[in-house]
Nanobody, 119 residues
Framework: VQLQASGGGLVQPGGSLRLSCAAS????????MAWYQQAPGKQRESVAV???????YYADSVKGRFTISRDNAKNTVYLQMDTLKPEDTAVYYC??????????????WGQGTLVTVSS
């Protein structure tokens, strides 16, 4: 199983970006999906989570500005990032609990995509 993240880049404060993360491989089902951020010199932290049923959870720092969603048919999770602030600058990683066809459930990470918010 592989998670491929994309969509990062340079954006001005107040701007928007949409991150995508597509899962591929021997996938039976994808359970919890999430986005994490790791700012320079800091630990990786959870930003947003979406469950199989579509329930969402957000870090206080991004509530009202970021929206996580998923397309189960495409095995893809998205992160719509609006009203971006310089403090949102970080590498963003997708994460998912994936059940494979042999019925094992393992946790996987994407490779990370850099978001830089700067004027």
């Amino acid at each position: 199983v592989q998670l491929q993240a994309s969509g990062g880049g340079l954006v001005q404060p107040g701007g928007s970006l949409r991150l995508s993360c597509a899962a591929s491989g021997s996938i039976f089902s994808i359970n919890r999906m999430a986005w994490y951020q790791q700012a320079p010199g800091k630990q990786r932290e959870s930003v947003a989570v979406i469950t199989t049923g579509g329930s969402t959870y957000y870090a206080d720092s991004v509530k009202g500005r970021f929206t996580i969603s998923r397309d189960n048919a495409k095995n893809t999770v998205y992160l719509q990032m609006d009203t971006l602030k310089p403090e949102d600058t970080a590498v963003y990683y997708c994460n998912a609990d994936v059940t494979t066809w042999d019925r094992r459930t393992l946790n996987y990470w994407g490779q990370g995509t850099l978001v830089t918010v700067s004027s």
